[in-house]
């Protein structure tokens, strides 16, 4: 197995381009952990890929900024510094990054990292399902933005081709509050059981979900939404409490939008219902957020 | 932390007379009772501190283990070649070329020292390689071609208990015992303990009709690991003379010599093991894991071998905890006094026997837990599965029985209508009673007195709720999941009774080798024992004892190695007892040789004056110094060693359990207050209050640090840490899904030490180390089911059991 370092992003996509089985390597908490974790001692031979290219060198994909009225999240900035700086541009994504592992791994850990993976608990994808996130593909000689929602196929497989780097995320203008919120069996430290994350978005009209390690993929609460975006429709203005009865219902489709199975993290049945007690207290926090017109990451 | 003055028992007559200030004694700093500091401290805290698997030698080879993917198959053949063959690979080891005795074992020589053409559980050893680097080594293992002849596990302990026609993991079954019954093969031990009419003959429903109110569970603890942090590891170096020298992190290194000379084809003295350092052991260093393979490798190959497991690979290199389903009935009059118990348990002991018998005599005789009960009817089985071996942990079969017995008095408060710890203390054990196995404890037990204090002590601080609110203050912490929705408080009591030091009849002791000479000029100790520092603190309290016992602050321990006797384990809370015992008695030894030295030379005039060591010199009682050591020693060194044993232990009777069959009983109690979010299932420990005696703290600090960490390991148990078997299989060997507790978990603790001296005990002392992992996890799961109103019976509690869904 070789190990490349490109001396910048171009020569970076240059590899890629000539090495479709290498593995790009940002901030290694996952391929590293898979690479080390072989199974040798059971006699499996091990999967290591044919080189590894380490992008953590480059400067291309660690900063941020606007693009537009939409941030640019370069696919290498560690969840340090999401937290640190974009917990009030990006509140749910810095709320998703505050759970991740510990202060180490979010040290070195990046939603490029986690949208490369694309393990179904990722952290980051509900938030980027929930803002209607673009994620920037990168080729010799092409750059495309693909949605969020669009992105994911099936477990560990995303829309990225072989010869495509994963260059950032782009959030689009700051719509309204934010939530996000994730089971876990310890307090910290711990992969979701599932997660949820919401946001509103008043000028629009619009909601938006996203559901975490409930299926095979990062989903959408599709009926969720649907139901919320009309029960909300004529309530923006007056900006009263919800009825419980709307919190509910809406806990309860998003729970119907998971797809959830029994593994050594929870039970299917469990994971369902704690979906639907995420998504209706994230959509209580929300909506006072949006009532009050108060910072949403508060 | 306090110690309690006012329930202080009288000074027992066995005990030597405690002054108030320990400093005085010998006129020394740092001796026993106060928080001398730890020379290992620093380094482990700057990460300096080289632990076992630190070990480097320049010509060294690196060995790794080929494990067998499945929990039970015949081997048709393993086909080497390949392996061989590959550059860098020095050798390829089966079951073929272990030159002596192919099986090893702590209480039966049952496990093959690599597969012997049947693997009985998944990861079970088959091959060993060495190799110049890991990852060639790596490669050779997966050149290795192992045909398998995959066969159906036995998996279900109570069938592997029960029922005759489960297939034996190992053979038929042994003959009966005499004066026993004939059982099924799987079962390792059965011990039934039978008192009052049970031991009569009495019928349950004879028994039942005296009792008003009964109350009957079901409960099961998970295998919990012992998740040490520094995996296994050592390095082993072939000799000039043919034998080997073996560098491990092991508990006790006699017991591994004894294993390993014999499947070496060495005698003993050509076995020598040295202590590395050892990164945690909690009972998962018991049993030999990768010693005999690395010591293999180095004779064979004529080099030195270094074999470290990593993280996954740990899973499967050492023994758990044994799993448990347990069957209690308690029955009670309308006050609350207990009439009857009967509990059957079912250990789960995996694919060999490791110390399954004696955990299995634990939890029989700890069966009832600390209660009076006049009638008592117990059936505890050890038995063998296809599961991964369990063996020694931490409490050691008392955790299982405990969270049975706890579970129940909680059950039968509430079915009296009775406050929790007002039913214990009606019911009690103190000095004076006599345990279920018919032994009187002829020692303080106060555990009345620790109930109340742990009842009164102040209640912690209502939740945070509401926006705003720092969520790692709440159930779910950083992740977010509540600002106060669906949180509801709780509160619950744990009390459970560990016996210390190793029992039935085992002759247990520890050997130290005590030297007083002058170094520089001035005086200085060397102890040198075979005790394993694990962690706990031993290296720190034999220094305390020799300066106490010797009034000389200079002491070093010098590494633990075979080349003195043995000290027995760091196991059962006994080393404080057992190596302390040891070095004080050649302290006692070497303080006389000192004395008759001094008479020799006339000194002192007076000769029958009474004499003591003291601040380096030799003094009268009132303190006319006789002659300094710095004189009276001069080249003259002054060594002495002593084999220390505790008090003779009995077996338990094979039918009714009876039997004086422990040397020491330690108890601890805990309060635990929680918040549980019951919407989703998940818990916040609040408080985690802890009363224990201790008899006498050699060292407060470090005996705060085992309580908190037993606490901390209780509280894994309750809320998380279970190794996931299905089908035989685990499902879960990673710290990524197998959870420990973080800091975040763990909240910090109020600890009320009190100090009621055991007179049969070195300065009193009890041991420590067991007795809050008993009682920590049933506090918590109490009071988990005071905020839900949930059975919860299984522990660890799953947020599936809270919110009231099934468990797949």
Sequence with gaps: ??????????????????????????????????????????????????????????????????????????????????????????????????????????????????????????DAHPPLLATDAQVELASR?????????????????????????????????????????????????????????????????????????????????????????????????????LPEAVERRFGELAARAARPIDDVRGSAAYRRHAVGVLARRTLRWAWEDYRKGADPCG | ?????????????????????????????????????????????????????????????????????????????????????????????????????????LERADQPVLADGKVRYQGEPVAIVAADHPETARRAMMRIAVDYEVLEPVSDARRAAFDPACPPVHGPAAPPEPGGAARPANVVRYQPVRTGAFAAGAGLDEVRAQADVIVTGEYQVGMQDQAFLGPESGLAVPAADGGVDLYVATQWLHVDQSQLAPCLGLPPEKVRLNLAGVGGAFGAREDLSMQAHACLLALRTGRPVKMVYHREESFFGHVHRHPATMRYEHGARADGTLVFATMEIVLDGGA??????????????????????????????????????????????????????????????????????????????????????????????????MLARARALPPPAE???????????????????????????????????????????????????????LVGGEPAV??????????QGLVTVQQQVARTELGVERVVVRPADTAVGSSGSSSASRQSYMTGGAVKAACEAVREAVFRLARERGLPPGADDALELRGGAVVTRLGAVVAELAELLADTAVEE????????????????????????????????????????????????????????????????????????????????????VRDAAVRNPSFTDYLIPTILDMPPMRVEILEHPDPHAPYGLRGAGEPPTLSSTPAIIAAIRAATGRPLAHAPVRPEDIVGLPVP
Excluded at chain 1, 51 to 76: K, T, Y
Excluded at chain 2, 63 to 68: D, E, Q, V
Excluded at chain 2, 499 to 513: G, H, K, L, M, P
């Design chain 1, 1 to 122: 197995m070789e190990f490349l370092r490109p001396a910048d992003w171009d020569e970076a996509l240059a590899m890629r381009a000539e090495l479709p089985g290498a593995r790009p390597l940002m901030g290694g908490t996952d391929v590293m952990v898979e690479l080390n974790a072989s199974g040798s001692e059971f006699g499996r031979p091990a999967e290591l890929p044919e080189a590894l290219i380490d992008l953590s060198g480059l400067p291309e994909p660690r900063g941020h900024g606007p693009d537009g009225g939409w941030l640019r999240l370069g696919a290498g900035v560690p969840y340090t510094r999401i937290v640190a700086e974009l917990a009030a541009r990006a509140p749910a994504l810095a709320a998703a990054a505050r759970t991740i592992g510990s202060p180490q791994i979010r040290n070195r850990g990046t939603v490029g990292g986690n949208l490369g993976a694309a393990s179904p608990a990722g």
């Design chain 1, 141 to 241: 000689g092409e750059v495309r933005r693909v949605p969020a929602r669009d992105f994911y196929l099936a477990p560990r497989r995303t829309e990225l081709r072989p010869d495509e780097l994963i260059a950032a995320v782009l959030l689009p203008p700051a719509a309204g509050p934010q939530r996000f919120a994730k089971v876990g069996t310890r307090n910290a430290m711990v992969i979701a059981v599932c997660s949820f994350a919401i946001e509103l978005r008043p000028a629009l009209g619009e909601v938006g979900t996203g559901i975490g390690s409930a299926g095979p993929v990062p989903l959408r609460a599709h009926e969720a939404e649907d139901f919320l975006r009309a029960e909300l429709a004529d309530r923006w203005e007056a900006r009263r409490p």
């Design chain 2, 1 to 105: 932390m306090t110690a309690s003055s006012e329930t202080r028992a009288p000074a027992a007559p066995a005990a030597p007379p405690v002054p108030a200030d320990p400093a005085e004694r010998g006129g020394v700093r740092h001796g026993v009772g106060t928080d001398a500091p730890r020379p290992d401290g620093v380094l482990k805290v700057t990460g300096e501190f080289a632990y076992s698997s630190d070990l480097w030698a320049d010509d060294m080879l690196w060995g790794a283990t080929l494990r067998s993917p499945h929990p039970h198959a015949r081997i048709r053949g393993i086909d080497l070649t390949e392996a061989v063959r590959l550059p860098g690979v020095y050798a390829v080891l089966t079951h073929e070329d272990v030159p002596g005795a192919k099986y090893y074992g």
């Design chain 2, 352 to 449: 060999y026997a490791s110390t399954t018998s004696a955990v299995v005599g634990v939890a029989s005789s700890m069966a009832v837990g600390p209660y009076e009960v006049p009638n008592v009817r117990v059936d505890a089985y050890g038995v063998y599965t296809n599961n991964p071996p369990c063996g020694a942990m931490r409490g050691f079969g008392a955790v299982q029985a405990c969270f049975g017995y706890e579970s129940q008095m909680d059950r039968l408060a509430e079915a009296l209508g009775m406050h929790p710890v007002e039913l214990r203390i009606r019911n009690a054990m103190s000095e004076g009673s006599r345990t279920a196995t018919g032994q009187p404890v002829d020692m303080p037990l106060p555990m009345a007195d």
């Design chain 2, 463 to 517: 939740p945070e709720t509401g926006p705003g609110t720092d969520p790692r203050r709440l159930p779910g912490g950083v992740a977010g999941t509540t600002r106060g929705e669906g949180v509801v408080r709780g509160v619950g009591y744990g009390v459970g009774i560990k016996n210390i030091c190793y029992s039935e009849s085992f002759d247990d002791y520890s050997t130290a080798r005590v030297r007083l000479e």
């Design chain 2, 526 to 535: 060397q102890v040198h024992t075979a005790a394993a520092e694990v962690g």
């Design chain 2, 641 to 724: 060693t002593r084999v220390f044993r505790h008090r003779p232990t009995r077996p338990m009777d094979p039918l009714t359990g009876q039997g004086d069959a422990h040397v020491q009983f330690a108890m601890c109690v805990h309060r635990a207050v929680v918040d549980v979010d019951t919407e989703l299932g998940l818990v916040r420990v609040v408080e985690l209050a802890a009363v224990q005696d201790v008899g006498r703290a050699l060292n407060p600090l470090q005996l705060a640090g085992q309580i908190h960490g037993g606490s901390a390991q209780g509280l894994g148990l309750a809320l998380m840490e279970e190794v996931q």
